[in-house]
């Protein structure tokens, strides 16, 4: 089971350069989410999705643009990437409320991380 | 202040000893908690979750819930070098139909050393 699948893992930009990060699941999860991790502030949540065609933002949403075309894919794009936007990209995706494993908890299934470097 | 205090740790232990992990926070009105367990350059994974107060036990591992003081636990068991990993703590107040909007602490890097 692939589970969830980030590309590119590692990539290097310059300031002002654009980049799109791609994220999919393969579990007919409804809901998906960017987070990223930098040292002492932990995971914060950037856009996320309730479903195809739909995207909302989250705690640090400034100098990201989100896309959820496909309910599989999830894609997070820098339009104009900065020094502030180096860290590690974490894309996730959960059920529905009460989902087949009725839980009700929205476990987080996470990919392995993407780490962007902007100089 | 955040929302969720955690301590970052470096915590190192020698194999066999009980760890505990803490986080604190400062919303009433979570009401699921979690951890979650991170490997080095790796995504977290849950590795426990409980609804409410309460305790909740699974094999090596032990959470706590105290809402009336609003800190929840972590205990590990017969720590293992395999326990060597980040625990990140995670809440919600999650309502029905909504998605997982998780707050998570920083982590607390442990080290169980032979």
């Known amino acids: 089971n692939a589970g969830v699948t980030q590309t590119p893992k590692f990539r290097v930009l310059k300031t002002g350069q654009s980049m799109t990060l791609l994220c999919a699941q393969d579990?007919?999860?409804?809901?998906m989410y960017w987070y990223r991790q930098d040292p002492g502030m932990g995971l914060r949540l950037i856009h996320y999705?309730?479903?195809?065609?739909?995207?909302a933002k989250g705690e640090v949403p400034d100098g990201y643009n989100v896309s959820r075309l496909k309910k599989q894919n999830f894609l997070l794009g820098l339009e104009s990437a900065a020094p502030s936007q180096t860290s590690v990209y974490f894309c996730?995706?959960?059920?529905?409320?009460?989902?087949?494993f009725g839980r009700g908890t929205g476990e987080l299934f996470f990919g392995e991380g993407s780490r962007l470097t902007v100089l | 202040q955040k929302e969720v205090e955690q301590d970052p740790g470096p915590l190192s232990v020698p194999e066999g000893a009980i760890v505990s992990l803490n986080c604190t926070y400062s919303?009433?009105?979570?009401?699921?908690f979690m951890w979650y367990r991170q490997y080095s350059r790796k995504g977290p994974e849950l590795l426990m979750y409980?609804?409410?107060?309460g305790n909740k036990e699974d094999g090596r591992f032990t959470a706590q819930v105290d809402k009336s003081s609003k800190y929840i636990s972590l205990f590990i068991r017969d720590s293992q070098p395999s326990d060597s990993a980040t625990y990140l703590c995670a809440m919600t107040q999650r309502r029905a139909g909504t998605a997982s909007k998780l707050t998570f602490g920083t982590g607390t890097r442990l080290q169980v050393t032979l």
């Open positions: 999705s309730v479903g195809e065609g739909t995207t």
């Open positions: 919303n009433s009105a979570f009401q699921y």
């Open positions: 409980t609804y409410s107060s």
């Open positions: 579990m007919n999860h409804e809901y």
């Open positions: 996730a995706s959960s059920y529905l409320a009460g989902g087949p």
